[in-house]
């Protein structure tokens, strides 16, 4: 009995031991793959700091390899600091309250949530400094609670996204039916907007049947698709909120001898449109996201006003441009408007 | 007359001893829920959906076995998921530079077996806490599949490997066979072989188990090299049933398997368990997600539901002593 209390004991020490650690590792963990300069050649006008979300999901690094090669071809000097996680809050926090001890000129920061940047942003405002949003949004009653001002928002716009996709279903299938839908992590904002984008965008002649959250994993996607194809054996489509589920989802629709009848529709997936497991994708360029957030630091300092609020493109995937669209990643296949370039230019 | 009463008693007796309950709980309540939803839905229990079912749970089973062997020396191991992650990685690295389907297994198991070893070293010779050590392994193991594969999937495309992961026997699945194939080896080992009676020593009490002359810093380095050998080949289904070696951090896995080895009946304190209840519990839980998505539950009742299942089949093994 007292060796099962002293294995007990040592048990609770370890849980807050772990407890302990893992705060730690989420708080600090982030930092050894965060830190990289700009090769600086000095050649910008501005010194801009810049925090984004987690790097541990393929749409912030395509955001961050944007925001290098805008540094690299203006020669800007920059830090770059990105969240441990898609879910560290308070770690992303704590890194923009240290880059707004130091002296830049201009702030890009990509906020987690709504509000978990606020303390930050207070501190880079009582410096009057500027403030560029990019992804998503800083809450407008946040930011008035920091005093600060917002000199421009540049995002993709996940709702319009999501009915973009919904449009090209109603094409593809023109008779309707039932569809589900494949989320990320249940609760997330992100999957939540493209969801409901889409489901905005459904004519009438479609119902969905289920909602399902697979937490942006590929295996998971696979096995709840697979279960509610068994549900539902005449599922119309399946609409899914990223790529790497999508070809997760796309598996379980072949498995079941589906293909074709089933339809498989999703916001990002060139790849698999092109490679024909996909039907139909809506691209969204968090490059492009990235690049626009440097070159409005840029065009702040060279003295510019900027434009309140812009949209990066969105971009609808076929069969027949999947090809196209794939040669040109991380750009769009087709032109699109970018004021802060016009500005920097002219 | 007699006879029906003394059967009768003897299932009473049975029911009310406490330690039936400890040991199968898990088939409790996956009996439960299989009638729970079968009443529910009839497609539950259709033979496409027990094919799904037992699809869906093989990799689990085998995670599951691993960390069955850790529990029962009253260690933890929280990096089997991770592991899994890194040794698919290091598949997926094989195939693409070409090495071929059976040496690309090869550095899968490999790969797993050697952060098992790490962790038993660590843990067994170097007197850290399991829980620290597996804690530090599941971070360092992620993360490096992460700095190899540069965060992004690697497309695994290999006929065999399709052919694995989509075959099978009736409503048995290949991979589930192999899940099926590992337990039952598992279950030989642990109990027919002396190493087996040596895991259950050392796990009852260390001191015990070194005053009859078991080694038991090998035998805790064994179980580790186990569980991560065990998520090496877990690794292998893994990337044949998605197509593509993924760095995602499968936290599921990880929680779903310390809960199936609980629910099925194997004490945290070690010396005291199955490899069936285990692997019961992992059945149940794929049960309970598959009959939930089946019925259309809202996803975000589903977690609570998982949670109230592993509470509420843990109480039924309150009576441990």
Sequence with gaps: ?346 | MTATESVGERVRVTLTRPTFWVEWASVVGLVLLVVLFTALDSTFLSAGNIRGMLLASAILTILVVGQAFVILTAGIDLSVASVMTFAAVMFGLAMTHGYGILLSCLVAFCAGAAVGLLNGVLVAKGRITDFIVTLGALSAASGTALILSDGKPITVISAPLFELSAGSVGVVPYTFMIALLIAVLAHVVLFKTKFGTHVLATGGSVEAAQATGIRTTRIKIAVYAISGSLAGIAAILLVARVGSAEPAANMTFLLNSVAAVVLGGVSLFGGKGSIKGPIFGALLLTALSNGLTLLGVSQFYQPLAVGVVVVGAAFLTRFDK
């Design chain 1, 1 to 346: 009995m007292t060796g099962a209390e002293r294995r007990r004991s040592r048990w609770v020490g370890g849980m807050a031991l772990a407890c302990g650690l893992s705060l730690m590792l989420s708080a600090c963990g982030g930092d050894s793959a965060a830190p990289s300069a700009g090769d600086g050649e000095a050649g910008g006008d501005a010194k801009i700091g810049v925090v984004i979300k987690g790097l541990d999901n393929p749409f912030f690094q395509h955001m961050e390899d944007g925001i290098e090669a805008a540094a690299e071809d203006s020669g800007v000097e920059y830090t770059i600091q990105a969240a441990a996680s898609i879910t560290d809050t308070s770690g992303q926090a704590d890194k923009l309250s240290n880059l707004a001890n130091q002296d830049y000129d201009c702030y890009v920061v990509n906020p987690i949530s709504g509000t978990n940047l606020v303390q930050g942003i207070a501190q880079i405002a009582a410096k009057d400094k500027t403030i560029v949003n990019i992804d998503n949004p800083v809450e407008a009653e946040a930011a008035k609670a920091a005093d600060a001002t917002i000199a421009t928002y540049i995002g993709t716009d996940n709702l319009a996204a999501g009915k973009m996709v919904a449009d090209q279903l109603a094409t593809l299938a023109p008779e309707g039916g039932d569809v589900a839908t494949v989320g990320g992590v249940a609760g997330d904002v992100t999957s939540a907007q493209r969801i409901d984008g889409f489901k905005e965008g459904l004519s009438q002649d479609f119902t969905v049947v289920q909602e399902v959250a697979a937490d942006w994993n590929r295996q998971e996607a696979q096995t709840q698709a697979e279960t509610i194809l068994r549900a539902n054996p005449e599922l119309a489509a399946f609409f899914v909120a990223n790529d790497d589920m999508a070809m997760g989802v796309a598996r379980a629709v072949a498995a079941a001898d589906r293909k074709g009848e089933t339809l498989v529709v999703s916001v990002d997936g060139i790849d698999g449109v092109a490679s024909g497991d996909i039907d139909a994708a809506v691209a969204q360029y968090p490059f492009v996201v990235g690049k626009m957030g440097m070159q409005a630091c840029e065009a702040a300092a060279a003295g510019h006003e900027l434009p309140a609020k812009v949209d990066t493109p969105i971009e609808l995937i076929t069969p027949e441009n999947a090809k196209e669209a794939q040669e040109a990643f991380p750009e769009p296949p087709s032109d699109y408007e970018n004021p802060f370039a016009d500005l920097l230019e002219g």
